[in-house]
């Protein structure tokens, strides 16, 4: 319905949101929440049933842009009529779906027989895309957990779901094993946390310096891992010495 005054219509108050694009609106909430939105941060709270969708083609529109910046032809190249919408799809279903969803649901069960040993998961694997490049970061992650009577308990499959949720960002490495970290401290409140990732980037190997061995490794260590050097050489001791 429109409104007049003075004989000019006006948009009936909601219209006015109808062409602006579903980015902007995620945006706007963001910035009046006053959070951050970096690459690697999960925004999933402030996004509304149905965006995914809008944003998708969103992205998919832009993509055509950049592929004809590019300066190739979309309308007579058979290998790429549908590469916008193939990679839209893979950047907000897929490679970077943990900024835009919840976190996995856990069950968490009680320490009932009071573990207390040193309890390793992994290798597991982790995906994520360089946020410098965009490039991939595949490598391996384990986990090293010292529970107590009072730590919460998860099944090992929802180490890989959390590990999964934090990698599937543009993620630099060091900070993604932060990240992991403080989402497995908080959800099980072990006396001590170690992490460590193994990892090949691919913006080494695909471009730039073009080094193929090359690999990164870093830890993560908390609570008694940090505290007590002994039950640290265990843990690193028990790694496979050939990953």
Same mark, same amino acid.
């Given at each position: 319905?429109?409104?007049t005054i003075?004989?000019?219509?006006?948009?009936?108050a909601?219209?006015e949101?109808?062409?602006?694009?579903v980015?902007v609106?995620?945006?706007?909430?963001l910035?009046a929440?006053? %959070?951050?939105?970096?690459?690697?941060?999960?925004?999933?709270?402030?996004?509304?049933?149905?965006?995914?969708?809008?944003?998708?083609?969103?992205?998919?529109?832009?993509m055509?842009?950049?592929?004809?910046?590019?300066?190739?032809?979309?309308?007579?190249?058979?290998?790429?009529?549908?590469?916008?919408?193939?990679v839209?799809k893979?950047?907000v279903?897929?490679? /970077?779906?943990?900024?835009?969803?919840?976190?996995p649901?856990?069950?968490? /069960?009680?320490?009932?027989?009071h573990?207390?040993?040193?309890?390793?998961?992994?290798?597991?694997?982790?995906?994520?895309a360089?946020?410098?490049? /965009?490039?991939?970061?595949?490598?391996?992650?384990?986990?090293?957990?010292?529970?107590?009577e009072?730590?919460?308990?998860?099944?090992?499959?929802k180490?890989?779901r959390? $590990?999964?949720?934090?990698?599937?960002?543009?993620?630099?490495?060091?900070?993604?094993?932060v990240?992991? $970290?403080?989402?497995?401290?908080?959800?099980?409140?072990?006396?001590?946390?170690a992490?460590?990732?193994e990892?090949?980037?691919?913006?080494?190997?695909?471009?730039?310096? %073009?080094?193929?061995?090359s %690999?990164?490794i870093?830890?993560?260590?908390?609570?008694?891992?940090?505290?007590d050097?002994?039950?640290?050489?265990?843990?690193?001791?028990?790694?496979?010495? %050939?990953?």
């Amino acid at each position: 319905m429109l409104r007049t005054i003075d004989a000019v219509p006006r948009p009936a108050a909601g219209d006015e949101d109808e062409g602006t694009p579903v980015s902007v609106k995620i945006r706007e909430r963001l910035l009046a929440a006053r %959070k951050r939105f970096n690459a690697n941060d999960n925004i999933a709270e402030f996004i509304e049933p149905g965006e995914l969708e809008g944003l998708l083609d969103e992205v998919e529109g832009k993509m055509k842009d950049v592929l004809e910046s590019l300066v190739i032809d979309l309308d007579n190249d058979h290998n790429t009529g549908n590469t916008a919408r193939r990679v839209a799809k893979m950047y907000v279903n897929e490679v /970077f779906k943990g900024r835009y969803v919840p976190p996995p649901s856990l069950t968490e /069960f009680p320490n009932a027989e009071h573990l207390n040993e040193l309890m390793i998961v992994g290798p597991i694997t982790v995906r994520s895309a360089c946020s410098h490049h /965009f490039c991939p970061i595949i490598g391996k992650l384990w986990i090293g957990v010292m529970p107590n009577e009072k730590t919460n308990v998860i099944g090992l499959s929802k180490y890989a779901r959390l $590990a999964e949720w934090v990698m599937g960002r543009p993620q630099i490495q060091e900070e993604a094993v932060v990240q992991l $970290a403080d989402l497995i401290q908080e959800k099980t409140q072990p006396d001590g946390l170690a992490l460590v990732v193994e990892a090949e980037h691919f913006c080494m190997q695909w471009r730039g310096v %073009k080094e193929m061995d090359s %690999k990164m490794i870093n830890s993560v260590m908390r609570g008694v891992f940090l505290k007590d050097p002994n039950l640290r050489r265990e843990f690193l001791s028990l790694l496979p010495r %050939k990953r």
